[in-house]
């Protein structure tokens, strides 16, 4: 990621990764928000890996700025800014995309549960299956909305940076922030607490159901935990997050 300056002064970015999908999705994803919640778009060779970007200043995340339910209600404006009604076309992978993680697993675990505790990725994936197929509306999300993504701008407001692209119930969109910026070795208890805290305020921002935030941000959880599987990270952590968010579903 570089800072630059057009002819005309104004402050951009050039952000350059390896051509891939998720570049292209970013780029897609970008475009249909149109600089109304996110940076703005300026240009872009997604094909090729390069997207030209509005610098956000004064840049600082949203954790270094607000307390956990300023942020949280923040995060929720946003959600409701960016997501928007699919069109008729459109390349966004949908949310049974990305959880065919589950089925990979399958594959590899047949009907164990691997190195995970017992029957987790089972309840998980039925979790899945009920929320997608009972969902009553789909949009186009950020994917990855949380404390890290989540820019002060000059006006004084907020914009959201590095954006997925997904296509879904936007019921999932709460599960990144659910995850992020938690109390450094905190106990079950004070994590409890503030996972109630925020499913609370979510639900009463977005108007979703409490229990269908909590049963999201579960499943989005245990997706999260099997990715790092698959890359050889660290998935426990994730794991012991994905167990207590289900007590609260």
Not at 89 to 95: C, D, M, N, R, V
Not at 124 to 139: C, D, H, K
Not at 155 to 160: L, P, Q, T
């Amino acid at each position: 990621v570089l800072p630059g300056r057009t002819a005309a002064g104004a402050e951009i970015v050039l952000k350059v990764g390896v051509p891939c999908r998720e570049m292209l999705t970013e780029a897609a994803a970008l475009s249909v928000f149109a600089g109304r919640g996110a940076v703005r778009l300026l240009d872009h060779d997604a094909p090729r890996g390069m997207l030209l970007l509005e610098r956000v200043v004064p840049g600082n995340l949203l954790y270094e700025l607000q307390c956990d339910p300023a942020a949280t209600r923040t995060a929720a404006t946003l959600m409701r800014q960016l997501w928007r009604t699919p069109p008729a076309e459109h390349s966004f992978p949908s949310l049974a995309v990305w959880f065919k993680a589950f089925a990979r697993f399958r594959q590899q675990y047949g009907a164990g549960s691997g190195p995970f505790p017992s029957d987790l990725i089972a309840r998980a994936g039925r979790a899945f299956v009920e929320l997608n197929n009972s969902s009553e509306q789909s949009v186009i999300m950020h994917g990855d909305l949380h404390h890290g993504n989540i820019l002060s701008a000059a006006d004084g407001g907020w914009v959201a940076i590095d954006p997925k692209g997904l296509c879904g119930d936007p019921g999932y969109e709460v599960g990144s922030f659910m995850l992020n910026q938690l109390p450094d070795g905190a106990a079950k208890a004070e994590t409890l607490n503030v996972f109630a805290r925020r499913l609370s305020i979510f639900a009463d921002e977005l108007q979703i159901e409490r229990t269908r935030l909590a049963r999201w941000a579960f499943t989005n959880a245990v997706l999260s935990a099997l990715w790092s599987l698959e890359d050889a990270d660290d998935w426990r952590p994730t794991i012991r997050l994905a167990q207590w968010l289900e007590e609260l579903t």
